[in-house]
């Protein structure tokens, strides 16, 4: 290969460098001394799960897994087969990491208490919705695992109890027409793609931003007559705007669409979710940790963002408002008008 002097060989730019997500987080790692590994094992334990959770989604109606188990989870919905087996992978994988000492699930009401922080030893507190949108599971649609990533304080279980401003990792995994997993620990947003024929995730954007511009909106509009005034007001100017409105009904494919095309995504408060539907700590949090990283926002309400709300439950519910920031902005200004 001819090197011109002092250019780096193309082979080295990151737009061609072969990367795992492996690699990636051991290159991460490296860039802190005192690291010691515990954290990139936690996301190996994610990416694993990842991985088994994609086979079992695609192969559920094969192998009879799909439909629910006649029970509900604490959140009082309808538990899908699939619910309990990916909330089952999830624990198995992560109980198995020193690094892990508290885990919470959608799935479960009370969190697992798996360590205590010893002397000297630093752990952490992963929570997570083992598989988000799982109603689309019959029907093919996109479904998710959504995942926070806590230092654990040493409160106990009260270690879950932080805002969502001190997560140290955040992510989703999207078990679309591909498996996508999207991470950020806190230094940009990062995409990784599975290549099924080597079971690798690769790397296939790093830095991730927002697009603006695009008049798109994502809502479940047959909540319309319950939500609160400003947001049919808002409604009403974008599709007099000629907005397009995409809806998944399953949040990782509504926030991942948001994160590569822009828009905006909401789940007001409704009639009978007066605190809105979603999940703080382990849905709201995570996503709005990756908007931000990603130059976007994401707010309860106007002048108040998702990331600074004090939570007193883990299974607490929040409006959520998020996307590109010009387009929460547009929200809230019909919010308070
Ligand atoms: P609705 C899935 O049940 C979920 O928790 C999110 O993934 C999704 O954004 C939302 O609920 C959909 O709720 O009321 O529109 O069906």
Redesign the pocket.
């Known amino acids: 290969m001819n090197i011109a002097a002092g250019a780096p060989p193309e082979s080295i730019r990151d737009s061609v460098r072969i990367m795992t997500l492996q690699a990636h987080m051991l290159e991460a790692q490296a860039q802190f001394p005192q690291a010691t590994g515990t954290f990139s094992w936690i996301l190996s334990a994610l990416s694993i799960s990842a991985k088994i959770i994609a086979d079992k989604v695609r192969r559920a109606r094969l192998e009879n897994v799909l439909g629910s188990v006649g029970t509900e989870n604490v959140q009082g919905?309808v538990q899908q087969k699939l619910d309990v087996l990916a909330n089952d992978v999830l624990m198995r994988a992560l109980g198995g990491r020193e690094g892990v000492a508290i885990v919470a699930s959608e799935e479960n009401e009370e969190p697992v208490i798996l360590r205590d922080d010893g002397p000297g030893v630093h752990r952490y507190c992963v929570l997570f919705?083992p598989l988000?949108?799982?109603?689309n599971l019959d029907v093919c649609g996109g479904v998710g695992t959504i995942f926070s990533i806590l230092s654990h304080d040493g409160r106990g279980r009260d270690s879950l109890l932080q805002a969502g401003s001190h997560q140290v990792a955040a992510g989703y995994v999207l078990y679309g027409s591909s498996t996508v997993l999207v991470l950020t620990i806190g230094r940009g947003v990062d995409m990784f793609v599975l290549d099924p024929s080597i079971g690798a995730f690769m790397r296939v954007e790093t830095g991730l931003r927002i697009p603006a511009g695009n008049k798109s909106y994502s809502v479940?509009e047959?909540?319309r007559k319950s939500f609160p005034e400003g947001y049919r007001r808002y409604l009403d100017w974008a599709q007099s705007n000629g907005y397009s409105s995409r809806?998944a009904?399953?949040?990782?494919a509504?926030v991942h669409r948001i994160l590569l095309k822009g828009g905006v995504f909401l789940?007001p408060p409704t009639a009978k979710a007066p605190e809105g539907?979603?999940?703080l700590m382990y849905?709201a949090n995570p996503m709005a940790m990756i908007m931000e990283q990603a130059g976007g926002k994401t707010l309860a309400a106007p002048r108040r963002r998702v990331l600074e709300i004090q939570p007193t439950a883990i299974h607490q519910r929040t409006p959520v408002i998020l996307g590109a920031a010009e387009e929460v902005d547009r929200v809230c200004a019909h919010l308070s008008g």
């Open positions: 919905e919705d988000d949108g799982s109603s479940n047959g909540n809806y009904g399953a949040m990782v509504d789940y539907k979603l999940r849905e």
